[in-house]
């Protein structure tokens, strides 16, 4: 092959990478193919795999309108040969050859004289056609017009299938983008609608509980333990859903992390003597003061002990430290219990992740706790992790600026 056909197909092939603009770089290939084997022009034909039957995709500016994304049947048309056969066609004269389809002439008032085709494949497997028409000067179309061709179609190919994963890619993004909208809503609107109710049901039997003598408070008050335990997880719920729509204020003043340790952790002894395991703190001399709002760091610490003793055998400890580290006050919770499988440590803090083998050993939950408590610890400007072993324990940790200010200029992940 001359040099000069080289050069060109090589400045094409180059343009792959660098094409910006998939439309503009495909009629660059038709150019170089009418240019390079000296046809009238070239079209490429893509295979429509729902309707069985080949469509003009990428044709001259000059015959766009005649015929962009007509149909081309498998059979009896030339360019369904070549995709059926998966191999070139020369056909030098049209007029003697029944397979070409003379439907497109009268489309584009075009005469096609003679005909180059060659199937674009991708892995191997045809996708299209790529056509050069009417060799100048009535000459026949050569061997090497057929390779030049066959390369131009496989950059050809290489294009189209990138712009189809492109479309595909963002097709994928905006529908996740909306399948979050549509979660987000559905949560906003089931919690709403669920909390009257509900808040009317702990009214009503709170009420008859009082009226009605002891012989019934058994079972009064476990509708009314179950009510509040849905009402928690609606609160779950919906302060996840407020924090990401942005709904959520802080009500932050100066609060000692001692304080709010000590009262959560003795609110979760007896749950701890039941269980059977011991509850430890270790807090810090110093005056561990944070800006911040006091109930939603004690939602977050709750959920993490709560876990820690749910996921910590009969005769096991959680140990509660709390300590200030520079800027920050550092809260661990220590479990000596079943541990996080490595493979599941990265998703624990999804909403609704719950680990696959501790689902047998559980009651209640919904996967919610721990993205609660990331929510409340990053509302703050602070950051929550875990380092667990399986079948050794967990240690849950987090760190409070205690200082919300300066965190927030220290550009901490800190967003309302
Ligand atoms: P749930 O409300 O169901 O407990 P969480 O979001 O609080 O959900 O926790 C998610 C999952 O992480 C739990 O279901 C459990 O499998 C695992 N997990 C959380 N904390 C611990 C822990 N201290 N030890 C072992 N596994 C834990």
Do not use: C
């Amino acid at each position: 092959m001359a040099s000069d056909r080289i050069n060109r197909l090589l400045e094409v092939s180059r343009g792959l990478s660098a094409a910006g603009d998939m439309e503009k770089y495909l009629q660059s290939i038709l150019s170089a193919a009418t240019e390079l084997t000296g046809s009238e022009t070239a079209s490429i034909l893509e295979f429509d795999e729902a309707a069985r039957e080949l469509r003009f995709s990428v044709v001259p500016w000059f015959h766009r309108d005649a015929i962009q994304g007509v149909k081309v049947p498998l059979d009896g048309s030339a360019a369904g040969w070549v995709f059926m056969q998966g191999k070139p066609v020369i056909i030098n004269d049209v007029g003697v050859d029944a397979r070409h389809f003379r439907t497109i002439d009268l489309l584009s008032k075009f005469t096609t004289k003679s005909l180059l085709g060659v199937p674009m494949l991708l892995h191997g497997t045809p996708i299209g056609v790529f056509e050069a028409l009417n060799k100048a000067n009535s000459a026949h179309y050569t061997e090497e017009d057929v390779t030049i061709l066959e390369t131009l179609a496989s950059l050809a190919s290489a294009a189209l299938q990138a712009d189809r994963l492109e479309r595909r890619l963002q097709g994928s993004a905006s529908e996740i983008t909306e399948l979050d909208r549509l979660k987000s809503e559905f949560i906003a609107i089931t919690s709403h609608e669920l909390r009257t109710p509900l808040g009317l049901i702990l009214g009503h039997a709170t009420f008859l509980r009082e009226m009605l003598g002891k012989d019934y408070h058994e079972q009064l008050d476990a509708i009314i333990r179950n009510a509040a335990r849905l009402k928690e997880i609606i609160e779950s719920l919906s302060s996840v859903d407020n924090y990401q729509s942005g709904v959520a204020r802080l009500r932050q003043r100066k609060v000692s992390m001692a304080r709010i340790v000590e009262d959560v952790l003795a609110s979760f002894q007896s749950m701890a003597d039941e269980k059977g395991v011991k509850l430890k703190m270790d807090l810090s001399k110093h005056d561990l003061l944070v800006d911040a709002d006091g109930s939603k760091i004690a939602i977050a610490l709750s959920n993490l002990i709560k876990n820690a003793i749910m996921f910590t055998d009969k005769g096991g400890q959680v140990l509660v430290k709390a300590e200030l580290s520079p800027g920050y006050v550092k809260v661990s919770v220590i479990d000596n219990g079943l541990g996080i499988p490595a493979h599941d440590l990265p998703r624990v803090f999804e909403r609704f992740f719950q680990v696959e083998s501790h689902l047998t050993r559980r009651h209640g939950g919904m996967g919610l706790g721990l993205s609660v408590a990331k929510v409340m610890i990053e509302m703050h400007g602070g950051r929550i992790w875990v380092e667990s072993v399986e079948g050794k324990g967990s240690n849950f940790t987090f760190l409070l600026p205690v200082d919300l200010q300066s965190a927030a200029q220290a550009e901490q992940p800190f967003h309302f």
